[in-house]
């Protein structure tokens, strides 16, 4: 019998409880490595035994085969929507959105529609099948609730239910901790035109596909990661094509990937990277959403981005546990500053379905610090956690203070306190929770009521 994580099952019911109180259209909030496969097919499954159907849709054809795996590997039957696939009666269908979009009017009404990479949630196609079901239950995963833009998902969703941060993770084992370097960025980009909320793709391949650029790039890889497997996130397919003929050149085993490769040959690729015959793979977006590969240690980011949501799914890439490798560090090698457009991947952050909201000067405040020695990016601290270098006192100055800050803090202190009452199983969690916050014995029982919880 399949288990669950403690977390996984706090949040599945934190789900229900939304359902409860008459939010049909929730979302769940869970950092990159926290299961979210597991957790929709878990969901699906328990829909299904109910006599329910179930619409499982995702963007990309690779995630198709993935969740079908994890669905097999968990003894759920379904069928599978996607050209070339025979239609099948199964209660849980998994498939393309554009494919389902295409077929709206040969599907069983499904009584629970739930959406993979729920941030896509707002493009029309998205929009289109939730209409054709209006009856049925919605549920979004994902771990940045948020379009490329900064939007929010409120005119999809009805509420958010929020996962363990990246720190938890990390602490119980569940994802890797990391490294994480930011060499001086070489790139001019400086001037780059921003549209749709991030940067004009034609603007940062002029900046960033150089052959300087691509080379430091292969020093600080054998600097910092030699050996490694890495994924190289590029501007365009050029770019990948350059970075990984530069990369074979120097000696190390490189291939480029995009969504145009033939199947079978991306798909011998994979293998190869899986296998370590090929140490660094390039590509374009194809290696961001859903690609689960342990084995995976480091990552090259010399794509420059305004989308945090694109940040957390490259840099969070390699963090995924390995079996085969106990104490796995990922290695983060950011070319392009974006630790400082966005943070680390474990900083604590805010979520709500009003989107993410920018500073007057249209950036959010990062407090982060480049060791000279070493190029590490860190939080403010008078000695470089990774090398030891020790800053000069005038280097050491806390950073001001701002208003926004304490706001901020408020916010996540609040999500958190939610977050341990939903995570209370019984009586004895609640005690502690009113013991440690001072609480009287009738919050108990409200409590208890609310989350029927038996004395």
Not at 271 to 289: A, M, P, Y
Request: aromatic content about 6%; proline content about 5%; some cysteine.
């Amino acid at each position: 019998m399949f288990q669950l994580r403690p977390y996984q099952e706090l949040l599945i019911e934190g789900v229900r409880d939304e359902f409860r109180s008459g939010r049909r259209k929730t979302c769940i909030v869970a950092p990159c490595g926290a299961g979210k496969t597991v957790i929709m097919a878990w969901m699906a499954a328990q829909t299904a035994t109910k006599g329910n159907n179930v619409l499982f849709a995702v963007h990309r054809q690779e995630l198709i085969e993935q969740s079908s795996n994890t669905f097999a590997a968990m003894g759920i039957q379904h069928g599978i929507i996607a050209p070339g696939c025979i239609a099948t009666g199964d209660q849980i269908q998994i498939g393309s959105i554009f494919t389902i979009a295409r077929r709206l009017d040969k599907i069983q009404p499904p009584n629970l529609i739930i959406f993979d990479e729920a941030h896509h949630c707002k493009a029309n196609t998205w929009i289109k099948l939730i209409q054709a079901f209006p009856n049925a239950y919605v549920i979004g995963l994902t771990a940045t609730p948020a379009r490329t833009n900064g939007d929010g998902l409120g005119d999809i969703f009805n509420s958010l239910v929020l996962g363990p941060s990246v720190k938890q993770l990390i602490e119980w084992g569940n994802l890797s901790p990391y490294k994480y370097f930011a060499p001086p960025v070489k790139a001019n980009l400086d001037g780059l035109r921003v549209k749709y909320g991030d940067y004009v793709k034609s603007d940062i391949t002029l900046a960033m596909d150089r052959s300087e650029i691509i080379g430091d790039a292969i020093e600080q890889y054998k600097k910092l990661a030699d050996g490694k497997r890495a994924i190289a996130y590029c501007v365009s397919r050029a770019h990948s094509e350059h970075t990984a003929e530069m990369f074979r050149a120097a000696g190390i085993p490189a291939q480029h990937i995009d969504g145009e490769t033939d199947h079978g040959v991306r798909k011998a690729a994979i293998e190869q990277f899986r296998t370590g015959q090929i140490k660094v793979l390039c590509n374009v977006d194809l290696i961001s959403e859903g690609f689960d590969v342990p084995a995976m240690e480091a990552v090259l980011l010399l794509r420059p981005t305004q989308s945090l949501t694109l940040h957390i799914q490259q840099s969070m890439r390699p963090m995924r546990p390995d079996k085969d490798n106990p104490g796995k560090v990922a290695i983060i090698i950011d070319h392009v500053g974006n630790c400082y457009r966005h943070g680390l991947p474990d900083e604590d952050r805010v979520w709500s379905l009003e989107g993410r909201k920018k500073s007057s000067t249209g950036h959010r405040e990062i407090s982060l610090r480049q060791c000279p020695k070493c190029y590490a990016a860190h939080r403010p601290a008078p000695v470089c956690p990774l090398c030891g270098y020790q800053y000069a006192p005038t280097e050491r100055a806390e950073p001001e203070q701002k208003k926004g800050e304490l706001v901020k803090i408020d916010e996540i202190e609040r999500q958190r306190r939610k977050q341990e009452i939903r995570q209370a199983k019984n009586i004895t969690d609640l005690e502690q929770i009113a013991l440690r916050r001072g609480y009287k014995l009738g919050w108990i029982n409200k409590m208890a009521e609310l989350k029927r919880i038996k004395r």
